[in-house]
């Protein structure tokens, strides 16, 4: 009986269409707009920059990490990004240090997900997304 009443929960909640991931994250439920694993600039790459890189790059002049335009504007060296190339783009170069200096300036590196993820979204088309 207790295996019978198990299988009935768990196809009452795939009957709502959700899911948990051995993580506990909740799958099904929305957002993200169905993309699969497409990284988000406004989620997953913004963030990043305004917690490591706005203090120096964010006001008027110079670099701006604080929207998408400024990222896409570039700085004194012209693009950081160069949409569907992370490789030769000098933003993730300036972050794992084959561009010294090694950004952010004078504090503890990115992690290398953090990384990762914006050379996916560089290689992913650097998108407004
Ligand atoms: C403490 C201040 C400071 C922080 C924090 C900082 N930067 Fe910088 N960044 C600078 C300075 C100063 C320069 C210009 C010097 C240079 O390019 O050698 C620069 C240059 C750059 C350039 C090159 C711009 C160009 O056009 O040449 C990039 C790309 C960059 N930073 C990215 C970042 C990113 C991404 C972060 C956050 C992870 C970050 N920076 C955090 C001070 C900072």
Do not use: Y
Not at 64 to 78: H, P, Q, R
């Amino acid at each position: 009986m207790r295996a019978l009443s198990f299988a009935l929960l768990l196809s009452l909640l795939a009957a709502c269409g959700l899911g948990v991931k051995p993580t506990g994250e909740i799958i099904g439920g929305g957002g993200g707009g169905g993309g699969g694993d497409t990284v988000s600039f406004a989620l997953d790459i913004l963030p990043i920059f305004q917690q490591d890189c706005t203090i120096c790059h964010g006001g008027a002049g110079g670099l701006n990490l604080d929207s998408f335009a400024g990222v896409i504007a570039g700085g004194v060296s012209g693009a950081i990004v160069l949409p569907g190339n992370a490789a030769q783009s000098l933003l993730p170069r300036r972050l794992d240090g084959t561009a010294p200096p090694v950004m952010p300036l004078d504090a503890p590196a990115l992690t290398a997900p953090e990384v990762d993820r914006i050379r996916t979204w560089i290689d992913e088309g650097a998108q407004d997304n």
